[in-house]
């Protein structure tokens, strides 16, 4: 099985709580007395791995560049989950609720949407093979422990994917600024799949066409639109409100 690198507190943090077996090797700042750094190190101790200290640039070197707040890891690297595994997750799912982003290449907007799915419990986050961030470091530090606990599927075909989770009864509801209702003007219950596009360009044609549904979030500033792990949560959350 291949290895890789993550980076930050909370990431190795939630490793530590799910799959502390996937540990290899840990990094720490050398010479910094920092509560949280020695939290961890305890932590990584009770589980039999002791931590090797590191300057700052060999840490800004691992990390290539990115906030790695004094801690990098070599893990086993997670697996790519397909179509496949998802099929196996909807299979135990009743109404899943699920997250599906549509051209979503910015490893931050990417690991700031796990993060609110995560909260919002969703199943899990659909994206395609190709034209999408994956699963990097970056992604994983942002997620702050929820690329641990959130499956992301990558599928080859997000159009079929589409149509495979209506067969399924799953509704699938887009977002569209030029939607012909808001979505507190929807009704969500039962199986759910949010579809959410790119910053700017939106969902694709394809994409669209797919749809059950297309909603929009009523803006009432000068602004045009949110960001797309801002639009994510609104809308999660009001699914999750209706739902009960």
């Not at 990558?154 to 979505?183: M, P």
């Amino acid at each position: 099985m291949s290895n890789e690198l993550i980076f930050g507190i909370h990431a190795l943090d939630s490793l530590l709580e799910t799959h502390p077996e996937k540990i290899l090797e840990v990094w720490l700042l050398k010479g910094r007395d920092d509560e949280r750094l020695n939290a961890l190190q305890a932590r990584l101790l009770n589980v039999g791995i002791k931590a090797q200290l590191a300057s700052r640039s060999a840490l800004d070197n691992k990390a290539k560049g990115g906030q790695h707040q004094g801690v990098v890891a070599k893990v086993q690297a997670a697996p790519i989950l397909n179509e496949t595994d998802l099929a196996k997750l909807l299979d135990e799912q009743a109404t899943p609720l699920l997250l599906v982003l549509d051209g979503v290449t910015d490893p931050h907007n990417l690991g700031a949407c796990l993060r609110t799915a995560d909260a919002a419990g969703v199943q899990g986050v659909i994206v395609p093979k190709d034209n999408s961030a994956g699963l990097t470091p970056i992604v994983r530090k942002v997620a702050s422990g929820a690329a641990e606990t959130v499956p992301l599927f990558q599928v080859t075909n997000l159009a079929r994917t589409l149509r495979a989770l209506q067969e399924r009864n799953i509704w699938v509801v887009g977002t569209a600024g030029e939607a012909d209702h808001s979505l507190y003007q929807s009704t969500f219950s039962g199986a759910l799949a949010l579809v959410m596009g790119a910053e700017g360009k939106g969902m694709r044609r394809l994409t669209r066409e797919h749809c059950d549904e297309l909603i929009r979030i009523p803006m009432a500033g000068s602004v045009s639109s949110l960001n797309v792990s801002v639009a994510t949560g609104v809308c999660l959350f009001e699914m999750i409100r209706q739902r009960g």
